[in-house]
């Protein structure tokens, strides 16, 4: 994106020269990988389905395969965004959905059922790293319920509320005073 | 030096940088004594905000003492001198600042090809906030590079502490003017969405100005009680129905004005479809705002009140009810703080003792910790409400 928009930063701005250690854990690395992983597979369901089917031996399932590209991209962009958890939860889930569809192929008259094994045993590694991802990446709020500190009394006023109300009305009154000798826009 | 700087979405470092130094006569250097992390500065962390090089310094709520001046400061400052910076970057002399539109200076935004693309027309430069306001390297750091500094400064005296003083950087007038152009009357009842730092400055500049009754609305326990200490009455978003409340607090009127302190990202709930359909949209980058609070603001105003939008907007909002907007009579009035045109008048209310903006400040931490702050001030974890930051 940089290398398109043709931003630059100013000469004489201060540089990094040494950089410091990021936050990012090796887990971030992964659902980047798989949220870019689920969005190339999607494309391919979407736009090659025919491709996908007579790899399987399961023609005449275009239809459902194009759907589930749809599901693998919007569960990619998901995993990309900050909201990084909920895309791989929505991945595990879409693991499970292909394992469904792949053992309702694994019938005695197709001839390609070895494809579909192989298939079965790569949703099956890819869901084991789905999972561990979306374990590993829960969002750290504290629960609706957990324990939180209240601040009763910072109300930022040191004379109190009360004084600054009472300043404000006299303030208010004295602005009313001036508005019965004469300026009729703010007459009631 | 230490600075806190971006090197992607979701990753801010504390690296080593080379010193900012005078480039232009009207210049200054200060040694930051205390920085803070604004809510905004969490669009950037998420990357929502376009226009972001990684290696760029962040943070727009600083202050320090003068180290070093360029030959144009003609006096205004000198070494020594304690200030606080706005985050917006003001030369003081074009059309716009001599009209006192500080944040929507002519000159400042050096990268205002950009800008007006964008926006049509550039705004200011600010602080640590994007290469579409100039690309400005910020100021949580060691040193902070202020140009146009003879006039882009806030000088405070001596013997306030730097949390009573710091917030006149931005969070604070930004809370008064968001109240300020609500045009207050003493019967009014003021609604403000959103209890985050600028939240609560706003509920305390509705109280000062004279407000009836102020309403705070947020989900988080501890917000809502600081925003009560400040002497509003809370709705929790999550337990009641926001508009049923407001209807029910205002004798079925709705509140006059209403102040918008959420901005784009408003929070996403299953039971509010409208912003679940947002935050798809916004991930594939088919609308860049969640405008939940917009929508409902229009909704709620009396007929013939107004809305203030002190929250940040970064590009397009879709479905807001234009239909409600005009028929009702509504004015909207927006925009960046013109923190300077209001400065004088609450550095006088700190110094007189009617208001103490520390009041907000729930974590101090060395600048070295700004990175983990971050996620904390994100998280709402430890029931962080605002974090400063020691250099």
């Known amino acids: 994106m940089f290398h398109f928009s043709n931003i630059v930063r100013t000469k004489g701005d201060p540089k990094i020269v040494e950089g410091g250690p990021s936050l990012?854990?090796?887990?971030?690395?992964?659902?980047?990988?798989?949220?870019?992983?689920?969005?190339?597979?999607?494309?391919?369901?979407?736009?090659?389905?025919?491709?996908?089917?007579?790899?399987?031996?399961?023609?005449?399932?275009?239809?459902?395969?194009?759907?589930?590209?749809?599901?693998?991209?919007?569960?990619?962009?998901?995993?990309?965004?900050?909201?990084?958890?909920?895309?791989?939860?929505?991945?595990?889930?879409?693991?499970?959905?292909?394992?469904?569809?792949?053992?309702?192929?694994?019938t005695a008259d197709n001839p390609k059922k070895g494809n579909i094994a192989l298939a079965l045993l790569m949703v099956g590694g890819i869901a084991m790293l789905d999972y561990r991802a979306a374990q590993d990446t829960k969002p750290r709020r504290p629960p609706?319920?957990?324990?939180?500190?209240?601040?009763?009394?910072?109300?930022?006023?040191?004379?109190?509320?009360?004084?600054?109300?009472?300043?404000?009305?006299?303030?208010?009154?004295?602005?009313?005073?001036?508005?019965?000798?004469?300026?009729?826009?703010?007459?009631? | 030096m230490k600075a806190l700087v971006w090197h992607g979405k979701e990753d801010i470092r504390c690296d080593t940088v080379t010193d900012p130094e005078i480039q232009d006569p009207r210049d200054a250097i200060i040694k930051v004594t205390s920085c803070a992390i604004c809510g905004s500065d969490l669009h950037l962390f998420h990357n929502f905000i376009p226009g972001m090089l990684p290696g760029d310094i962040m943070g727009h709520e600083t202050m320090g003492e003068v180290v070093e001046v360029g030959s144009g400061v003609d006096g205004k400052?000198?070494?020594?001198?304690?200030?606080?910076?706005?985050?917006?970057?003001?030369?003081?002399?074009?059309?716009?600042?001599?009209?006192?539109?500080?944040?929507v200076c002519e000159t400042t935004?050096?990268?205002?090809?950009?800008?007006?693309?964008?926006?049509?027309?550039?705004?200011a430069g600010l602080f640590g906030y994007t290469h579409l306001t100039g690309g400005y390297p910020g100021g949580?750091?060691?040193?902070?590079?202020?140009?146009?500094?003879?006039?882009?400064?806030?000088?405070?005296?001596?013997?306030?502490p730097d949390e009573q003083l710091l917030f006149l950087s931005d969070i604070f007038p930004t809370g008064w003017q968001a109240a300020a152009q609500c045009d207050i009357e003493p019967t009014d009842t003021v609604a403000i969405w959103g209890c985050g730092p600028v939240g609560q400055m706003a509920i305390?500049?509705?109280?000062?100005?004279?407000?009836?009754?102020?309403?705070?609305?947020?989900c988080l326990p501890e917000r809502l009680s600081m925003a009560e200490a400040g002497g509003a009455t809370t709705i929790n978003f999550e337990t009641e129905s926001v508009l049923e409340r407001l209807q029910e607090l205002t004798d079925g009127k709705g509140p006059e004005k209403c102040i918008d302190?959420?901005?784009?990202?408003?929070?996403?709930?299953?039971?509010?479809?409208?912003?679940?359909?947002?935050?798809?949209?916004?991930?594939?980058?088919?609308?860049?705002?969640?405008?939940?609070?917009?929508?409902?603001m229009i909704y709620v105003c009396r007929p013939g009140g107004i809305i203030s939008v002190p929250g940040v907007y970064s590009g397009l909002s879709d479905m807001l009810p234009m239909g409600a907007f005009m028929n009702k009579g509504l004015t909207?009035?927006?925009?960046?703080?013109?923190?300077?045109?209001?400065?004088?008048?609450?550095?006088?209310?700190?110094?007189?003792?009617?208001?103490?903006?520390?009041?907000?400040?729930?974590?101090?931490?060395?600048?070295?910790?700004g990175p983990e702050m971050y996620q904390v001030f994100r998280d709402k974890r430890d029931s962080c409400v605002k974090v400063v930051l020691k250099p």
């Not at chain 1, 004379?159 to 006299?170: C, F, H, M, N, Y």
């Not at chain 2, 001198?81 to 009209?99: A, H, L, N, S, Y």
């Open chain 2, 332 to 369: 909207m009035r927006t925009g960046q703080t013109h923190v300077n045109r209001w400065t004088d008048d609450l550095l006088r209310r700190i110094e007189d003792g009617e208001i103490d903006p520390s009041f907000v400040i729930t974590h101090t931490v060395p600048l070295e910790q």
């Open chain 1, 144 to 188: 609706r319920d957990a324990r939180r500190k209240l601040y009763p009394n910072r109300s930022g006023f040191p004379k109190g509320i009360e004084s600054v109300r009472s300043a404000a009305r006299q303030i208010a009154h004295a602005g009313h005073n001036e508005v019965k000798q004469g300026d009729a826009r703010r007459v009631p």
């Open chain 2, 77 to 103: 400052l000198k070494k020594g001198d304690r200030i606080v910076v706005p985050f917006t970057i003001i030369c003081g002399e074009c059309e716009q600042c001599k009209r006192g539109n500080f944040s």
């Open chain 1, 24 to 106: 990012k854990q090796p887990v971030d690395q992964l659902a980047r990988a798989l949220g870019w992983f689920s969005i190339g597979l999607g494309v391919v369901e979407l736009f090659a389905p025919r491709r996908v089917t007579e790899t399987l031996g399961m023609e005449g399932h275009e239809t459902l395969v194009r759907s589930f590209g749809i599901r693998e991209i919007m569960a990619g962009i998901m995993t990309l965004s900050v909201e990084k958890n909920a895309g791989l939860w929505a991945r595990v889930g879409g693991d499970g959905l292909d394992a469904a569809a792949l053992l309702s192929g694994l």
């Open chain 2, 261 to 296: 302190c959420v901005g784009m990202e408003s929070h996403v709930m299953a039971s509010l479809p409208d912003t679940l359909l947002d935050r798809a949209k916004q991930m594939v980058m088919a609308e860049s705002d969640r405008p939940h609070v917009l929508r409902e």
């Open chain 2, 109 to 123: 935004n050096r990268k205002r090809h950009l800008a007006d693309k964008v926006f049509g027309h550039a705004t």
């Open chain 2, 204 to 218: 305390r500049s509705a109280i000062l100005l004279g407000a009836n009754q102020v309403i705070a609305i947020d």
């Open chain 2, 140 to 160: 949580q750091a060691e040193y902070l590079r202020v140009p146009y500094a003879d006039a882009t400064h806030i000088k405070v005296p001596a013997g306030i």
